[in-house]
């Protein structure tokens, strides 16, 4: 029986692990701050050792050191100077370590996308897009009446206004995940939109692991359960069922280039800035499938950010919630199909023709 999944109330909940991170940023900056001001201290004092503007240190040179050393003494609003250069150092740190920060998010999630590209695609960039065709429902109350979608291309559905949310779904094998990847990629062109606030900054996040997160959390919070409490069988079935949320998975999974945005994220989702492209709701475990459903519905009503889910065909009609927001035009509903095979015929034949003379093929 899957469980409502509620944030985690411990040290190491999304909240406090974002505390943490931004003291940690504050510190950080305040050394950087103090490195850069002895660093400008050392030059001051060395020009001024050499070159002694304004006769600072007198007409006798003999024991400039002493005087040098002894200057705070005699003119104590000298020390304005390296504190206010503290002051300005670390400010300086701690505004600019969020979008470098964003930098290296998309550095890491571009080197990501082009390996993909090269692994799992022929397409010499993902803005290409093969022609598959879709079927689009936009704030159809039943989706199910003929006549209300409409066919579109993959890029038309790449382009919705940032504003849409999309439940995408399809068979096996028609390009669902090649699909978000191209979101991401699309998103990721628009760089200086992002690194000013203007965009969604996007975030892909394969359910698959996400569920392996929660069964793996489980599993060890009720060996830890079971060690300390081996009597309690009530204990151990409870904490069989501990309770984690997607942002758990977010801050304590390996996702790609997620380390950088970590310290930002909660601000980040209250901004309603993250395009969140949850892949594969359908591959999530029996047990928490449920429970998945519902946190994806109430994380879509309650912020202000996109989602772009993923599932087999039909799928979320098993869970209400979503049911409930696509009947409701919260989410809009598209299906992707496979491939018809003319359309692979074309795509097969203009691969080979882009190969130039290495290759021919017969119109057989």
Not at 96 to 120: G, H, I, M, N, S
Not at 264 to 292: H, M, P, S, T, W
Not at 343 to 362: K, L, M, S
Request: hydrophobic share 45%.
């Amino acid at each position: 029986m899957a469980t409502t999944q509620h944030p985690v109330s411990s040290a190491n909940s999304p909240r406090n692990l974002s505390y943490r991170m931004v003291f940690s940023r504050l510190f950080r900056s305040i050394f950087i701050g103090i490195a850069i001001t002895l660093l400008l201290t050392a030059i001051e004092l060395a020009m001024i050792w050499f070159f002694n503007p304004i006769n600072i240190l007198g007409d006798k040179r003999a024991d400039t050191f002493s005087i040098l050393v002894a200057l705070p003494m005699h003119l104590p609003l000298l020390l304005l100077i390296p504190f206010v250069e503290l002051v300005a150092a670390a400010l300086v740190a701690f505004l600019a370590a969020r979008p470098l920060a964003l930098r290296a998010y998309l550095r890491d999630v571009q080197k990501e996308q082009e390996a993909y590209r090269k692994t799992y695609t022929q397409l010499d960039s993902l803005a290409q897009t093969y022609k598959t065709p879709v079927t689009y429902f936009e704030h159809t109350p039943d989706p199910q009446l003929p006549g209300f979608g409409q066919t579109v291309s993959l890029l038309d559905l790449v382009e919705l206004p940032q504003e849409i949310s999309l439940l995408l779904e399809g068979a096996a094998g028609t390009g669902k995940t090649l699909t978000l990847e191209q979101y991401r990629f699309f998103a990721l062109q628009q760089r200086k939109a992002l690194l000013r606030g203007q965009n969604s900054i996007p975030v892909y996040l394969p359910l698959k692991n996400y569920s392996a997160f929660i069964k793996s959390h489980n599993e060890a919070h009720a060996l830890s359960t079971e060690h300390n409490h081996p009597d309690d069988q009530a204990a151990i079935s409870e904490a069989s069922i501990q309770p984690v949320t997607l942002l758990d998975f977010i801050y304590e999974g390996d996702l790609e280039g997620t380390r950088h945005l970590r310290p930002y994220l909660n601000k980040l989702i209250q901004q309603g800035r993250i395009l969140f492209l949850c892949d594969g709701l359908d591959e999530v475990d029996q047990r928490y499938r449920a429970a998945v459903g519902r946190e994806l519905a109430e994380m879509l009503l309650m912020t202000q950010n996109r989602f772009i889910i993923t599932c087999r065909e039909g799928y979320h009609r098993g869970l209400p919630e979503l049911e409930q927001l696509v009947n409701e035009g919260h989410l809009n509903w598209a299906i992707i199909y496979p491939l018809q095979l003319e359309q692979v015929r074309e795509f097969v034949e203009e691969y080979i023709e882009a190969q130039g003379d290495h290759w021919q093929h017969t119109a057989g």
